[in-house]
């Protein structure tokens, strides 16, 4: 297992004193990538680590911050010296994050799991913060349902499985081959790109590699998956989908181009969608104000109403009735994961989570437009100071 930290000290040490004591496995070893520069992170990774021999850090000879691709790439290079000097390989490597809350039965679902396929993605609970009703929750109604659905489907037809940086396995000998075809000795990890893990889970499938995406529940139901906090100001939930957009939509296009099958080509279609949606929700939103303004002159007698010919009707009626369903999966899936009133709270969440998209959009397309004239790709770090772990530990020393 392998995780890139860059000024984590408020939540590695949860993840890594969690998962040392989740997982009971003993033929395991954790890596945590650390910078030279950065004392508070490593003090928090050997506090938690308490002479662990599961648990290796792993310093940076560059000071941060880096992108976190040449963290993870470090990180690589450690694991193959370790293996040369052991005379011993690797089944497989495993990616998670520094604020991640581990399920214990992870390792036993991946390795299984690998025994019929080279790549395994789990899915991603965003946990509750009563903090941030509206902006951390967004979070949780939108990976309910694609971890629910859509990346259900997409396993369902065989399409390439992009992964999501956390919870993900790999084929040690598929690491290999993508780190062979890199070249250079530079690692599997794309040190230029945004988003180096969900171009690592397509590369697998171009790589002839067979790609799963697994929903199970362990023996009291619980779903398999790795749990974590998202950001709970508008701020920071911009930047960090600005970052994904930028790397799925534009970085995408440009470094893997498109496929030739026509379910991979109707997925990166959906993944790539991001920088349109926000045009049409903006576009949406000032139609709706209009739209608004115009009733309202109306009402006071300044203009006369709106005239709908007959095909802009039927449009209107197509479009609430799509809403609608969209609605109606939007509550299915979150009261599935989250109960049925943050289910409910998932329509009321929807503005907000438009408003994000919309924001986020533009903040990509301007990073984007900047490299284009030169500019450097730029890797915006989300922050993190809250961690699963540390809730669930104060809450068994109240009990």
């Known amino acids: 297992m392998i995780i890139a930290a860059w000024q984590e000290a408020d939540v590695i040490g949860h993840t890594v004193r969690h998962a040392l004591s989740a997982w009971r496995q003993r033929d395991f070893t954790l890596y945590i990538g650390c910078y030279c520069n950065d004392a508070a992170t490593i003090a928090a990774v050997m506090e938690a680590s308490s002479d662990d021999p599961r648990a290796r850090i792993v310093i ?37 994050d520094a604020e991640d809350m581990v ?22 609970r965003a946990e ?14 939108e990976f309910a349902e694609t ?31 993508i780190a062979a075809q890199r070249g250079g000795g530079r690692g599997p990890f794309a040190a230029e790109c945004l988003t180096e893990d969900y171009e690592l889970g397509l590369l697998v499938t171009r790589e002839g590699g067979r790609s799963r995406f697994l929903r199970v529940r362990d023996e009291q139901g619980a779903l398999v998956a790795t749990r974590a906090y998202f950001p709970a100001r508008l701020e920071d939930a911009v930047r960090q989908k600005s ?11 440009d470094r893997l181009g498109w496929s030739s099958g026509w379910v991979d080509m109707w997925m990166a279609l959906r993944d790539r969608r991001g920088p349109l949606t926000a045009v049409v929700l903006a576009c949406g939103y000032a139609l709706l104000l209009a739209e608004g303004l115009l009733q309202l002159a109306a009402s006071g007698g300044l203009s006369g109403g709106p005239v709908m010919s007959p095909l802009l009707e039927a449009l209107v009626v197509i479009c609430l009735v799509s ?17 049925i009133v943050e289910g409910l709270g998932a329509i009321m969440r929807i503005p907000v ?15 984007y437009v900047r490299t284009l004239f030169g500019g450097a790709v730029r890797w915006d770090k989300t922050r993190h100071d809250a961690h699963p772990a540390a809730l669930a530990f104060r809450s068994e020393a109240v009990l």
């Not at 940076?60 to 193959?80: F, M, S, V």
């Not at 809403?323 to 109960?339: L, N, P, Q």
Request: with cysteine.
């Open 128 to 141: 509750l913060l009563e903090s941030s009703p509206w902006i951390a929750a967004h979070y949780a109604d």
């Open 353 to 367: 989570a438009n408003l994000i998209s919309i924001l986020a959009g533009w903040r990509a397309v301007s990073a």
């Open 323 to 339: 809403f609608f369903w969209r609605c109606a999966f939007r509550i299915a899936f979150t009261s599935r994961e989250y109960g």
């Open 103 to 124: 399920h214990p039965a992870e390792l036993a679902v991946i390795d299984r799991a690998l025994d019929h396929a080279d790549f395994v993605q789990l899915p991603v």
């Open 147 to 177: 971890h629910g659905k859509s990346m259900v489907v997409r396993d369902a037809l065989g399409a390439a499985i992009p992964a999501a940086g956390v919870g993900c396995g790999f084929a040690r000998e598929m690491i290999a081959r």
């Open 60 to 96: 940076t000879q560059n000071p941060g911050p880096t992108t976190k691709a040449d963290c993870l790439n470090r990180i690589y290079a450690a694991l193959c010296d370790d293996e040369a000097r052991h005379g011993r390989r690797f089944r497989c490597v495993v990616l998670h």
């Open 243 to 253: 970052r994904w957009i930028h790397g799925i939509a534009f970085q995408g296009w």
